[in-house]
């Protein structure tokens, strides 16, 4: 398994979530979760515009064993969307913490990832898997 980076905040169901500068919140799915998948062949992007709620879908990835769901770690409006999927789902299985990135919430509430697991949370969740 990869080393999980220090900066980032997760959620249970093993979505990533990175504070930027600006105070928009980039998002993905972990290096886990991705490798747990196995290879991904297609992910369905949200919308740019679109109000997410924390917690609700905001995209789905499908790879060659199953289907599952993204989910947000932050209620906002998607400000951007990784378009580069759309041609290379696997970017996932190979950067899941870089170039992989689904998308980006412009938070309602930038404190809410208080919230999150942190990296040795998040290490120690998958652990107990």
């Given at each position: 398994?990869?080393?999980?980076?220090?900066?980032?905040?997760?959620?249970?169901?093993?979505?990533?979530?990175?504070?930027?500068?600006?105070?928009?919140?980039?998002?993905?799915?972990?290096d886990h979760a991705q490798s747990q998948l196995g290879d991904l062949v297609y992910v369905e992007l949200p919308q740019v515009g679109e109000?997410?709620?924390?917690?609700?879908?905001?995209?789905?990835?499908?790879?060659?064993?199953?289907?599952s769901d993204v989910y947000a770690p932050v209620s906002g409006e998607v400000v951007a969307v990784n378009e580069a999927l759309n041609d290379a789902p696997e970017t996932i299985n190979h950067d899941a913490y870089g170039d992989g990135w689904i998308c980006v919430i412009k938070a309602d509430d930038p404190t809410a990832l208080e919230g999150l697991l942190g990296a040795d949370e998040y290490a120690a969740q998958i652990e107990s898997e």
């Open positions: 398994m990869k080393e999980i980076p220090g900066d980032l905040k997760f959620l249970k169901t093993h979505e990533w979530a990175r504070l930027e500068d600006d105070g928009r919140v980039t998002v993905g799915i972990s109000h997410v709620e924390a917690g609700a879908t905001i995209a789905v990835v499908e790879s060659v064993k199953a289907a």
